[in-house]
């Protein structure tokens, strides 16, 4: 799930450090490296909503030394472990879905990387708990302003150090629900237009760096304005639910992607789809939206319902913009070429 209510305070000098460190090919030769870091790799955004309480993966980087060897076996007892020596590069590392980075920081010195680096996107969602074998004040202090989330000197307490892992795992994985909320829309439990344009500045960005197309489909539902003026709100709240239902049943790739974009419109987007590839889901979508919109409404209620479906595929330019490609798959439910499903009405006169 997206980072956008992330605390600016996790966003600081150990993301920014490591950005820096991925970015410039830094490489702490394990010898020299006091620094370590320990990432928990991600369990699924779904399972974080299930449980607070999970079997995780940790990848711990660090040197081989007899601290590092307790560390693991104690955080084993929880998670699965990989220790690695080296920080993983920019690459390895957008294949990793943390969790957690747990840092060890013995010396001083190395406070200093802390307030050169930029903030790194990719950890803003990550808690950090820094572990020592230095038990300094002044670390303790520097990495707890930095925005880690706790520190612990090494050789740890077992029982005090799994709690408190746990701990940060449980609280983390409570902001992430509390993120979801606030991105998900409350009548059709879709994502948001919020959330929605996040995702499509990454998709978009996706989509030029690799010169692939991505299409926008556009779906309004006509007549719930009527409907909810004639027959009140509950009503016509559950004919967009019902509608909703049938947006999302119509994606078949995990890729792809629906949100109530505003009032009675849903956008879906659809990476990696050209324009005959969209039509084959415009097609679907009609269907599930006919079917989805005769079902919620009756016709006897007098207030038929009819969806209007548009879409624009792109292969994106270096620059391309989010709100001009939204435009542009919405204008196109008035262009000429735009489906419009038979209302519930018609549906009913047809048999
Ligand atoms: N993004 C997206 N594209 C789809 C979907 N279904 C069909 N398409 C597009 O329509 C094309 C033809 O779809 P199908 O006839 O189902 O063939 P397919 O190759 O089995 O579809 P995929 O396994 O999804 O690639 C695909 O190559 C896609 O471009 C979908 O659910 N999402």
Request: include cysteine.
């Amino acid at each position: 799930m997206p980072a956008a209510t992330a605390p600016r305070r996790t966003r600081t000098c150990w993301r920014r450090w490591f950005s820096r460190a991925f970015y410039t090919g830094i490489k702490l030769a394990p010898r020299a490296a006091d620094v370590f870091l320990v990432a928990v790799s991600q369990t699924p955004e779904y399972e974080f909503m299930q449980s607070l309480y999970y079997r995780s993966t940790i990848l711990l980087v660090a040197q081989a030394d007899e601290h590092t060897t307790l560390l693991k076996e104690q955080l084993e007892k929880d998670c699965e472990v990989l220790h690695v020596q080296a920080l993983p590069t920019r690459e390895e590392w957008s294949h990793l879905e943390n969790d957690l980075l747990i840092m060890r920081i013995d010396k001083e010195s190395y406070m200093a990387h802390l307030s050169t680096v930029e903030h790194d996107m990719r950890l803003e969602d990550i808690p950090s708990i820094v572990v020592s074998i230095n038990k300094s004040k002044l670390i303790e202090t520097h990495c707890l302003k930095a925005g880690s989330r706790d520190f612990i000197a090494l050789p740890a307490d077992e029982d005090i150090l799994r709690a408190r892992v746990q701990n940060t795992l449980r609280l983390q994985a409570r902001l992430r629900r509390l993120s979801a909320l606030a991105i998900v829309d409350e009548t059709t439990r879709l994502p948001n237009k919020r959330y929605f344009r996040e995702y499509l500045d990454r998709e978009l960005g996706r989509a030029v760096r690799a010169q692939r197309p991505i299409s926008l489909l556009a779906a309004d539902i006509l007549g719930l304005p009527e409907l909810r003026t004639g027959r009140g709100a509950a009503v016509a709240e559950r004919c967009l639910q019902a509608a909703a239902k049938g947006v999302e049943r119509c994606l078949q790739r995990s890729s792809d992607f629906a949100c109530r974009y505003v009032g009675d419109k849903f956008i879906l987007v659809l990476p990696e789809t050209d324009e005959p590839g969209a039509a084959v889901v415009v097609g679907r979508l009609y269907e599930a939206l006919t079917d989805a919109l005769s079902d919620a409404s009756p016709p006897e209620s007098g207030f038929p319902l009819r969806a209007l479906i548009g879409g624009k595929t792109v292969v994106p330019e270096r620059g391309a913009r989010a709100s001009v490609l939204i435009r542009a798959a919405l204008e196109q439910l008035h262009a000429d070429d735009a489906r419009e499903t038979p209302s519930t009405e018609e549906i009913a006169a047809a048999g």
